[in-house]
């Protein structure tokens, strides 16, 4: 469906200002008898101006509604409402009822359509001051009085002074700091002047101390014609100073004096602004190195072609840089340029005269000259068919298309895909409420213009957030391992976004993509679904037939050489990502142990082709007594594809690959020296706190797992040197994930005891 709507804007442009009358609450209610009348009728209200307020507008009545009813705001004028229903309307079957202040209804049944009037008057006016009725000095003491008091009033002061303004009444009395010339405005609002209205005086300060001079004057002495010496003087003592050199501040010049020059530059200027409490509005002067004697003193002209309309005109300067040129044509601002030449087509034969305000470095002060020029002979120019279109989307859908650069008087008819839609007005709005695209003409003829001259576009809907029309894509990363994608079937794209998978009774999980394996007992069918939002019933879901993973066997070999008999227990978890993407459910939570003098322990699974990670906890006893120590993972080929030295290398991640991209997925070997890190208590009640080697604060992400790897809680950038609190975990074992850029990634095991 789609909705037409003339801009409001246009109605404003027509009607009386804001500030002498308002818009009237005007209620518009229909029923009908549930036992005949009609179920569906279309209202349409048509303005003063004959631009339509509101179009085609569909309203539903039967049993369970024999009543509808709307609230215009209305302006002074006449409306005119049709009313068209599914069966023939007559005063039997179908009413109308108006209801507002100040109007004249009349209501006629035709054939098959009802029209209502209704004239609106234009009584309500608005009752704003026009002036500060009273102002007078007396000695600093200044007195104001806006007429007298009315219901409502609030006045915001600001007296010019640079003291704040203060928001009182009708009537009011300042302190002035000096004598002087003071701008005071007054903002004045009421019941009867709701819209508020700006009134501004001026108030004379004289018995208060001596009239202050803000007549900055610049005295400048030089030695060698470059290098100048600057003073301002003629300003109170309390004023402050800015000082410019080309028109750019000097940084710290905010002393009376100054100091610069030009060098070799053949144009270059010096001003400076002084401000003070009794002088508030300033004074500047500048020093141009050149003076005034760049002005040009002559406006030249001469025709250009042969059309005896065009004329060139232009200056004759010392070639100094034009800083503004304005270019009048008969008593019009047509141009500002920084150039010396102009050049202009006149309409019609006859005297004109063009007015150039030039002002450059070498003319500062500026200089306005005059050409009085005589056009004879000017060709008829043909008239300017033109038209032009312009489309926006303010609103998701809520298209805005203005027509522009047509002839004045030319009235503007609109169509959409070929049916009229609207005329008279060069701004509207669509709402699409389809996926389909549309074309919108726009066209005009004249008696200067006889030929049909249009422009069109096309406009097409967009998605405008989450769509829960969901199709669920999957494509094959390995032997039984998956990708699946959520697109959205408005855009073609993916959604955007993490969204809640399941995979029958194997798990979930979060994203799109996200990746899935059903591992060595795929089953022959399961079902595959995603949700794009909390509501249970926004989701989609597909049935898809898995296959087992693929995998080889890897063993991580853990061996030690110990200077006594001890034990030691690495615990560790794995996870894997394929392509960039996690593995999911892939994960894997195992110790190793080594007892006894020399001795190794192996853990052996089936990995798919992958990138895997494996973030361990530092062993369970003081590695002084340890010689070595060292990890290896080793293929089916019983080659070794990683390892690493623990006993000279970091903590924390562990990486190895089956994959062609794994080193830029997985950590590289050989991390960097961890910081050593530490939590305390251990085990913890409500409070756990962090030690490391050093001084220097430390921020890092916390991620806290349980013992089947599952993430519990993160804390991104938490402050080493602040507390964790652990008041609301339940008792039991965690892992806190620690990791940041200045050491390497750290596992540190945390009881939790109640």
């Known amino acids: 469906m789609i909705r037409f709507f003339s801009l409001v804007l246009l109605l404003w442009a027509v009607l009386p200002s804001a500030f002498s009358q308002q818009c009237t609450p005007q209620i518009l209610q229909i029923e009908t008898p549930v036992e005949n009348g009609p179920t569906a009728v279309s209202l349409s209200l048509q303005d003063p101006n004959g631009f339509w ?75 704003c001051p026009e002036e500060i009725g009273y102002a007078v000095a007396e000695g600093c003491t200044g007195v104001f009085e806006i007429g007298s008091f009315v219901a409502g009033e609030s006045v915001a002061w600001s007296f010019g002074d640079g003291s704040e303004p203060i928001v009182g009444g009708h009537f009011i009395t300042h302190e002035f700091p000096g004598a002087g010339l003071y701008e005071v405005t007054a903002v004045f609002t009421s019941d009867n002047c709701p819209e508020g209205v700006e ?136 141009e500002t340029n920084g150039g010396t030449a102009f050049d202009w087509a006149f309409e019609s034969d006859g005297w004109h005269e063009v007015v150039v305000n030039y002002v450059s470095l070498g003319c500062p002060n500026g200089v306005v000259l005059t050409a009085e020029v005589e056009v004879e002979g000017c060709a008829t120019e043909e008239p300017e068919c033109g038209l032009q279109m312009e489309w926006g989307m303010p609103e998701c859908n809520d298209f805005l298309i203005e027509a522009f650069d047509y002839p004045e008087g030319a009235t503007l008819w609109w169509t959409l895909d070929g049916e009229p839609f609207d005329n008279g007005t060069h701004i509207v709005s669509l709402v699409i409420d389809d996926n389909e695209c549309h074309e919108v003409v726009v066209g005009y003829e004249t008696p200067d213009c006889p030929m ?60 799109n993509p996200v990746t899935w394996t059903w591992g060595q007992d795929a089953p022959a069918v399961s079902e595959v679904c995603v949700w794009c939002s909390d509501v ?39 996870t894997a990502d394929l392509m960039g993407y996690d593995l999911n459910p892939f994960y894997i939570y195992e110790a190793l142990n ?47 594809i990683a390892g690493v030295d623990l006993l000279a290398s970091a903590w924390g991640a562990f990486a190895f690959g089956l994959a062609e991209d794994c080193l830029s997925s997985a950590p590289a070997l050989g991390a960097s020296p961890a910081s050593p890190l530490a939590v305390f208590p251990n085990p913890a009640q409500d409070v756990v706190r962090f030690t490391t080697a050093s001084d220097a604060p430390l921020r890092a992400d916390v991620v806290v797992r349980d013992v089947q790897g599952q993430i519990l809680h993160v804390h991104p950038a938490h402050p080493l040197s602040a507390p964790l609190s652990t008041a609301d975990w339940p008792a039991g074992t965690y892992f806190l994930q620690v990791s940041g850029e200045d050491f390497a990634t750290a596992v540190v095991r945390l009881i939790v005891m109640r």
């Open 594 to 640: 080594l007892l006894d003098g020399v001795s190794g322990d192996t853990l052996t699974f089936c990995a798919p082709p992958a990138c895997f990670e494996l973030i361990m906890q530092p062993p369970n006893l003081p590695l002084e007594g340890v010689e070595e120590l060292v990890l290896e993972a080793i293929n089916g080929d019983l080659e070794a």
């Open 199 to 334: 009134l501004v005086t001026a108030i004379e300060v004289s018995d208060c101390g001596p009239m202050p001079d803000c007549e900055l004057a610049l005295v400048s002495s030089t030695m060698d014609g470059m290098w100048y010496f600057f003073e301002a003087l003629g300003m109170p003592e309390d004023a402050t100073y800015q000082w410019y050199y080309n028109d750019q501040p000097v940084e710290g010049a905010t002393e009376s004096t100054f100091e610069g020059g030009g060098d070799f530059n053949p144009y270059w200027w010096v001003c400076v602004e002084a401000v003070s409490a009794n002088c508030p509005n300033g004074s500047e002067a500048c020093f141009f190195n050149m003076g005034q004697d760049g002005c040009p003193e002559e406006l030249a002209f001469e025709p250009i072609g042969d059309s005896g309309c065009a004329y060139l005109f232009s200056l004759q300067t010392d070639g100094a840089p034009a800083v503004q040129s304005t270019w009048f044509v008969d008593g019009l601002q047509v």
């Open 53 to 127: 307020e509101v179009e085609g507008l569909e309203i539903s009545l039967g049993p369970n509604q024999t009543y509808w009813q709307e609230t215009f705001c209305l302006w002074p004028g006449c409306y005119t409402a049709f009313l068209v229903g599914n069966v023939p309307l007559n005063e039997t079957n179908f009413g109308v009822n108006v209801a507002g202040f100040g109007s004249e209804v009349s209501v006629v049944y035709g054939d098959a359509t009802v029209l209502v009037e209704i004239c609106m008057d234009d009584e309500v006016v608005t009752d």
């Open 452 to 511: 049909w001259v249009s422009q069109s576009v096309q406009i097409c809907p967009e998605s405008c957030g989450p769509s829960c029309d969901l199709t669920i894509a999957s494509e094959s990363l390995a032997d039984g391992i998956y990708l699946f994608t959520a697109v959205d079937n408005f855009t073609g794209e993916p959604v955007d976004g993490d969204l809640w998978w399941t995979f029958g009774v194997n798990g979930s999980a979060v994203g």
């Open 536 to 574: 249970p019933e926004d989701l989609a879901c597909t049935t898809f037939q898995p296959t087992e993973m693929g995998c080889e066997d890897i063993q991580l070999v853990l061996t030690a050489e110990l200077a006594a008999t001890a034990a030691i227990a690495l615990e560790f978890y794995i």
